[in-house]
């Protein structure tokens, strides 16, 4: 009987009803960029590299062997890769530390899981050899190519060897729909989450997808229960995985490995991403700074679409941190710190970029203008390219054409606020009582008069889950582009001064997904007041060193970073210094615990739900995901 159950579930979740799309794209949330890949071929002159060379981990033949099934790569591609792989740490390594060891470094980061967000499962130290970024894998031929790309920044004299990825028309999917297949390892639950981050991609796009359960011969996507979460980049040819390992059931992580294979790059990758983020490299293992090397305008095509902190495709703030909790990542505007790394859905901007890229010409008549039963969208929303009447609509907006607030989520609240000189408040649901509960959304236009801007200032209680990357949150769409991902407060984290927006509307956004807490209060008016631009401008003490002769010479410590917790004794900082000399036998790092004052409860105020804030943000609840917030 259970098997009956269970392809009864199988045929509901792939041939189920279509998804109201209206109320699938207001509640977006994370872009990303474009880029197109490299053929999986090889020129037959590149030899792979022998694997006696390279390290053997425990588990590594099984991760070949999965490789190997889920994306029929033989091994003697598999050891070329992962020498290529290794080669191209070792030449960014060299660039950042100079004569340092790699091999040193290599060996004792070899042991380590990683991660790129604190929202997303670690990659086993035994997979981390074949893949970039912490998830991507790549051909030989991509990889290839970013050694040539770091091999043309160290020179001006020889011509680039290899094609840029943006060059390979072959990694844009062609032909649709797209078919799929479940691989016997999925469990039911995760065959179900897969189903309906599909369904997202298809609602929101004009791309399709057909669940087959045979292995088709043409192209296909076979999801799998592998070691980790981990893609490629674009399309492959033939069989091509997308491992969905314990812990990357989450729907943002599923949409995030099939952005991958769309041919989403991380977002933190673009060529413009400096302007953004700075890499604090004081803190990430030493061997992996070659996954922070920002993309070229060759490698990586955005399409036009602006910078996206809240793409569910960016790195969150610890990745490959060397502790687990300090930075390595820097938002340039403080107040996006929190935001980045996400993975709750995609961002309207993750959405928009790969309709650009496959949809652009969907809702356009012959000569290339607009069909006239197209939706009239506003606020930044489009027509859709499947249902041109129908309009996408940015995070926070809702209504046939953008023009209203998005419906709320299991709450009572959200509304379109008319704002004058004097103050006006809004808060989360029950606020004024036990607080909010899990699984809320709303939202609040705030509308000021033309050529006026809106000040907001939190006032009385602020508390959400405290979480390296906000999962409860508040966010506040303040500039001109209402497309955008505007930034998200949690924690305690409040801004002390008021906050003023660019234009004469903002959405404020309330949003939990596991947590329950007191939430927030703010106050908002109409003010002639000049936006105050932040942004940080980050000094870092890393610089390129010069070794001297000797052994075991070492600089002075450098300052302590930013401690990773603001109370309760839970707090890790660190410091660094670098060796002088080719080898050092002491340590280049070391930590310390912070912040050990008690964090502020009032305990006569029966609306503080979570009066034990314990270390890692864990806390007693029925949901796994709190184990994995760090």
Same mark, same amino acid.
């Given at each position: @009987? ?59 033949? #099984? ?86 790309? =770091? ?36 469990? =039911? ?20 997808? /057909? ?7 043409? *192209? ?23 491992? +969905? ?21 991380? /977002? ?8 953004? +983020? ?14 922070? %090397? @920002? ?41 996006? %710190? ?177 947590? %329950? *807490? ?63 000399? #080719? ?48």
């Amino acid at each position: @009987m259970i098997w009956i159950w269970i392809t009864i579930i199988l045929f509901i979740y792939a041939n189920g009803a279509p998804v109201d799309v209206t109320q699938n794209t207001t509640g977006t949330s994370l872009p990303s960029t474009l880029p197109s890949t490299l053929p999986s071929t090889v020129p037959s002159t590149i030899s792979s590299i022998p694997s006696s060379i390279l390290p053997n981990l425990p588990g590594e033949e #099984a991760v070949k062997d999965e490789l190997s099934d889920h994306f029929g790569v033989e091994e003697k591609t598999l050891n070329s890769i992962e020498g290529l792989l290794l080669k191209l740490k070792e030449k960014t390594h060299k660039k950042v530390f100079g004569d340092r060891v790699f091999s040193r470094d290599s060996a004792v980061d070899s042991t380590k899981p990683v991660s790129i967000s604190s929202t997303q499962p670690k990659t086993k130290p035994e997979l981390a050899p074949f893949l970039f970024e912490g998830d991507i894998f790549l051909t030989e031929k991509q990889v290839i190519s970013l050694l040539g790309h =770091v091999d043309d920044e160290s020179t001006t004299t020889n011509p680039r060897k290899y094609r840029s990825l943006s060059s390979d028309p072959d990694a844009i999917w062609d032909e649709f729909p797209i078919k799929y297949r479940f691989h016997d390892s999925l469990s =039911v639950y995760a065959i179900k989450q897969i189903i309906e981050a599909v369904n997202y991609w298809e609602n929101t796009t004009c791309i399709k997808f /057909e669940h087959v359960v045979q292995k088709p011969d043409e *192209d296909y996507i076979e999801f799998f229960k592998g070691q980790g979460c981990y893609s490629m980049i674009g399309k492959y040819g033939g069989r091509q995985g997308v491992s +969905i390992g314990e812990g990357c059931e989450r729907l943002g992580v599923i949409e995030h490995e099939i952005g991958h294979a769309l041919g989403l790059w991380h /977002e933190q990758s673009r060529p413009d991403a400096g302007d953004f +983020i700075e890499v604090e490299k004081d803190f990430i293992l030493p061997s992996y700074t070659s996954d922070f %090397q @920002m993309r070229s305008t060759e490698e990586i095509n955005t399409l036009g679409i602006p910078y996206d902190y809240g793409s569910v495709m960016h790195y969150g703030s610890t990745a490959f941190s060397a502790d687990g909790t300090s930075k390595t990542l820097l938002t340039r505007d403080p107040n996006f %710190q929190y935001t980045i790394g996400q993975r709750e859905r995609l961002s309207f901007y993750d959405i928009q970029v790969i309709n650009k890229a496959y949809c652009e010409d969907k809702c356009n008549d012959a000569d290339g203008m607009r069909k006239a039963d197209s939706a009239k969208c506003k606020n930044g929303g489009y027509p859709h390219p499947a249902h041109c009447g129908i309009c996408l609509c940015p995070q926070g907006y809702g209504g046939k054409k953008c023009e209203e607030n998005q419906q709320p989520l299991n709450a009572k609240c959200g509304s379109i606020l008319t704002l004058k000189d004097k103050w006006q408040t809004i808060s989360s649901p029950n606020y004024e009582e036990d607080g909010y509960t899990e699984n809320q959304m709303c939202s609040w236009i705030l509308k000021a008069p033309k050529k006026q801007r809106i000040e907001i200032e939190f006032i009385e209680e602020f508390s959400f889950l405290c979480a390296t990357t906000c999962v409860d949150y508040v966010e506040l769409k303040l500039s001109k582009d209402q497309r955008n991902t505007g930034p998200r407060f949690c924690c305690y984290r409040k801004p002390e001064k008021s906050l003023i927006s660019e234009s004469h509307q903002i959405v404020v956004i309330f949003r939990s997904q596991i947590g %329950q *807490d007191i939430g927030f209060k703010l106050q908002a008016r109409a003010t002639m007041k000049t936006v105050e631009l932040k942004k940080q401008i980050i000094k870092t003490t890393t610089q390129k060193p010069t070794t001297i002769a000797g052994h075991n010479i070492l600089s002075s410590w450098g300052q302590w970073s930013e401690c990773s917790r603001p109370c309760g004794g839970c707090g890790i900082k660190s410091r660094v210094r670098s060796c002088e000399t #080719a080898e050092c036998d002491d340590k280049t790092q070391e930590f310390e615990s912070c912040n050990l004052q008690a964090c502020p409860v009032n305990e006569d105020c029966q609306k503080v739900l979570f009066s034990n804030r314990l270390c890692d943000s864990r806390v007693c609840s029925q949901y796994d995901f709190y184990s994995s917030i760090k």
